[in-house]
């Protein structure tokens, strides 16, 4: 299977792919009218593009919102760990290593890393079409939710967005950085990014219109997980994405919260084994 794989730094060079010349007969990221319009959540790709670029202040306004709710309804807890324990490291925790743990290495964090170690994240944007516009957002607010209460923790997010797709014997993985390590959390770039229809149903679909005209032609091929090793790097953590919850899980960004923070804390714990409980919803 052949594999390319496109990476952006940032969202703006997204957009400019997306805008690109394609040889589709028809391309979906440019319909308008009818059903399109609720599926990408806006009336046509110039103004998808324009939210890209220049903001979504009603996106910031709904993810203000929706991060109150949040806070209301859940609890952030632990300081960030000055060291990791790791396959190797300074020295062994004698226990650990006598009872055959791989993880059984004391890795101390550089000075300058155990204020802000960094965590490397990366979230799929490729939705099923049975996937609203306002289930998105919701996702898109848990997910933010959960980058927030990492950064107020004292972990630095570098956070990576993935469209992958296979088609044939031919895989297509798309990358952007979205947030950088050491960067303030941007709500309303975020907001469109992880929470508007637009960014998978428009400009994703534009890039695959605009770089790959052959390979994919009038179809989008078959969305995948990204893989580490394959589409990102192994020290990255894959966030679970919208299609692996249930829709009433996607019903109001507290409900998206709770279902998403379990998953992302067990999957922090098994990345990095000594990360304390960060993330828990408060119980009912």
Avoid at 107 to 115: C, D, G, K
Avoid at 156 to 161: C, D, I
Wanted: with cysteine; net charge negative; charged share 20%.
């Amino acid at each position: 299977m052949t594999h390319q794989i496109e990476r952006f730094d940032t969202v703006e060079a997204l957009v400019k792919a997306a805008k690109g010349h394609s040889s589709w007969a028809s391309r979906d990221s440019r319909s308008m009218g009818g059903a399109i319009c609720d599926f990408a959540g806006s009336a046509c790709f110039d103004d998808a593009a324009k939210l890209a670029l220049e903001g979504w202040p009603e996106g910031l306004r709904k993810m203000r919102l929706a991060l109150d709710a949040v806070t209301a309804s859940a609890t952030a807890l632990g300081p960030a760990p000055a060291y990791l324990l790791d396959v190797a490291g300074a020295y062994p925790i004698p226990a650990l290593a006598a009872a055959g743990d791989a993880f059984c290495m004391v890795n101390p964090a550089p000075i300058s890393e155990r204020v802000r170690p960094i965590l490397r994240l990366v979230t799929s944007v490729a939705t099923g079409s049975w996937a609203t516009a306002e289930q998105i957002f919701n996702y898109g607010a848990g997910l933010v939710a959960v980058v927030d209460a990492l950064e107020s923790n004292g972990f630095s997010v570098e956070l990576t967005s993935a469209r992958v797709v296979t088609k044939d014997k031919h895989r297509a993985t798309i990358l952007t950085r979205i947030k950088a390590a050491g960067d303030a959390v941007d709500l309303e770039r975020l907001a469109f990014c992880l929470g508007h229809a637009s960014y998978n149903r428009r400009v994703h679909f534009g890039v695959l219109e605009a770089l790959f005209p052959d390979l994919y032609r009038f179809s989008y091929g078959s969305p995948q997980l990204p893989e580490r090793g394959q589409d990102v790097e192994q020290d990255c953590c894959v966030l679970p994405p919208c299609s692996s919850f249930e829709a009433d899980q996607l019903g109001s960004p507290e409900a998206a919260f709770a279902a998403m923070a379990p998953k992302v804390q067990a999957l922090l714990a098994d990345r990095f084994s000594a990360v304390p409980e960060i993330i828990r919803p408060q119980a009912a």
